[in-house]
């Protein structure tokens, strides 16, 4: 579907989408961005779950960041997800493939429509308790998408109108989360900072014990901490060295020079 449709929004949704716009300007960091998720884009589009895909530049595929009110969506099927080889992004690109329209539902509003493409990404949805998925992907300038915005366990049909109000609030999200990215490159400081800085010296360690193979519970007794202390550190390391899962952040800390090959 393109915004050309003749589907017309009523006042209500007009009224509801004009807040939302006018609220995308404030957002620059991340927890704005949540939080005007949570609020002006949830009156429009219901949802519990929103995965943000973009291009950083940084590594091959995108960075995937989510912005998550389900307890049921854990750390386990992110990580599923943000595979590059057999996660989200190859999914709706081969579901995409030979649409006018970049709007992808899951699962199809019709039934008998769909092609072995759907059904990888049905399965996608089902395997990792997203329950259902509206995704918008972004055309970049070099011809080819660089972004997507997904929206899942939406609460409402998957319908013509959820098609209309993504298609007009996509860019909206895409210019303030692209907003949020360089408010914290700035944030950061110029150049190439001490790679050892990055991190704290406990995360550091853990970071080895990961590379060494250890789980939570073992790098937890190793360190004779709570495994929820270990949890919370390395949600902190995937923040800092940008990554999706605990394999990207090793493989980000030796690019970076924190972790040395074996």
């Known amino acids: 579907m393109s915004v050309s449709s003749p589907f017309r929004l009523d006042d209500s949704d007009r ?4 807040d939302a716009v006018e609220a995308s300007f404030l957002v620059s960091s991340r927890q704005q961005f949540f939080v005007w998720s949570q609020s002006s884009v949830q009156a429009l589009i219901p949802h519990e779950i929103l995965i943000c ?17 389900s307890r049921y969506f854990r750390q386990e099927h992110f990580e ?3 595979d590059p080889h057999s996660g989200l992004m190859p999914c709706l690109l081969a579901a995409v493939a030979g649409q006018r329209s970049g709007v992808v539902f899951c699962p199809l509003p019709r039934v008998g429509s769909s092609k072995p493409a759907d059904e990888a990404l049905r399965l996608m949805v089902a395997d990792n308790e997203l329950k259902n998925l509206a995704a918008r992907l972004v055309m970049g300038p070099r011809g080819r998408f660089d972004a997507f915005y997904v929206f899942s366990r939406v609460n409402g049909p998957l319908d013509e109108r959820l098609a209309y109000l993504i298609e007009w609030m996509v860019p909206h999200l895409h210019n303030a989360y692209l907003r949020v990215l ?3 490159r700035e944030a950061s400081g110029p150049a190439t900072p001490r790679a050892g800085r990055l991190v704290t010296p406990r995360q550091e ?7 060494c193979g250890k789980t939570n519970i ?3 007794e190793l360190l004779s901490c709570s495994p929820w202390t270990i949890k919370n ?6 923040r800092k060295l940008d990554s ?3 394999t990207h952040a090793i493989a980000r800390a030796m690019s970076l020079g924190i972790l040395t090959p074996d």
């Open 53 to 69: 895909g973009i291009e950083d530049g940084t590594r091959q595929g995108m960075a995937l960041h989510r912005f998550s009110a």
């Open 233 to 238: 550190h390395i949600q902190a390391i995937l």
């Open 244 to 246: 999706n899962t605990r």
């Open 15 to 18: 009224s509801r989408y004009a």
């Open 218 to 220: 073992e790098i937890a």
């Open 205 to 211: 360690e853990i970071l080895n014990l990961i590379k």
């Open 182 to 184: 360089a408010t914290e």
């Open 80 to 82: 599923v997800v943000s």
